[in-house]
């Protein structure tokens, strides 16, 4: 592990300690993060946002090491969003502008794109997807599920090598969580998703069970997951 640390290719945690509110939610955590599809499960308050968090920088690690894709994720948004993209579990908190063509252009234009080249972009994305109409809508015309496909399209739309998503799914119904889920799934990128809906982790390569800041199980996700399930029932029937 200890070598793996600064390398350029995927995500390396060594020995990462995270105290809040005088609290440790993340304990001596060492990972290394590679598979194209990996699940945070556990329990509430077991450390899972934290841990994305620590990954892209939104908290500094008060010990330990973190390199994504050969970063420091402390160096900065700017640095970190052609590498890392954050979807949060309520839109309301990711998206700034009024309507569907300036928000999904503001990270373009972040990213050092010119207007110009920032709207050809969206508007090819949204013509491929069929959905030109939506440029000029304003947000708060959009439901929830709307609302969140237009999140995970503006962090698409920067192409990061890996897309961490918290909870994307808990505000919507079945049919618009299988419409994201489908199109998470075609995605190039690698995704870390945290859920507490485990059918949303249906072809996930690995799951990593968080419990107090520490690894419970790690492993394929079948695996996990029945173990997952069966500790829940065992809590259950006490
Ligand atoms: N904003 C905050 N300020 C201080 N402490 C926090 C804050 N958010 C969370 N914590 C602490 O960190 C611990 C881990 O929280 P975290 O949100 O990482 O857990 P989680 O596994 O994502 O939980 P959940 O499934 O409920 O979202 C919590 O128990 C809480 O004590």
């Given at each position: ?51 994305l968090r620590l990954i892209n ?112 799914f808990s505000a919507l119904d ?18 870390i998703m945290i859920s507490h ?42």
């Amino acid at each position: 592990m200890t070598q793996s640390v600064g390398q350029e290719q995927g995500i390396y945690l060594h020995q990462v300690t995270l105290v809040r509110n005088e609290r440790t939610v993340i304990d001596q955590l060492s990972l290394q993060l590679s598979e194209p599809r990996i699940g945070l499960i556990g329990h509430n308050g077991s450390g899972k946002s934290s841990l994305l968090r620590l990954i892209n920088g939104l908290l500094p690690a008060n010990t330990g090491q973190i390199s994504v894709f050969g970063q420091n994720p402390n160096s900065g948004p700017e640095n970190m969003s052609s590498h890392v993209g954050f979807i949060f579990q309520n839109p309301d908190h990711q998206i700034i502008f009024p309507t569907v063509e300036e928000e999904l252009c503001f990270g373009l234009l972040n990213q050092g794109l010119s207007k110009s080249t920032a709207l050809e972009n969206v508007m090819s994305f949204l013509s491929e997807q069929g959905r030109s109409d939506w440029a000029k809508r304003p947000i708060h015309s959009l439901s929830d599920g709307q609302k969140q496909w237009v999140c995970i399209v503006a962090i698409i739309l920067m192409n990061p090598k890996v897309i961490l998503l918290d909870e994307p799914f808990s505000a919507l119904d079945l049919p618009t969580r299988y419409q994201l889920l489908d199109l998470l799934h075609h995605l190039p990128q690698q995704i870390i998703m945290i859920s507490h809906e485990l059918d949303s982790f249906t072809d996930f390569d690995r799951i990593i069970w968080l419990e107090e800041g520490k690894i419970r199980q790690d492993g394929p996700a079948d695996e996990i997951l029945k173990a997952y399930y069966a500790d829940a029932k065992r809590v259950r029937v006490r």
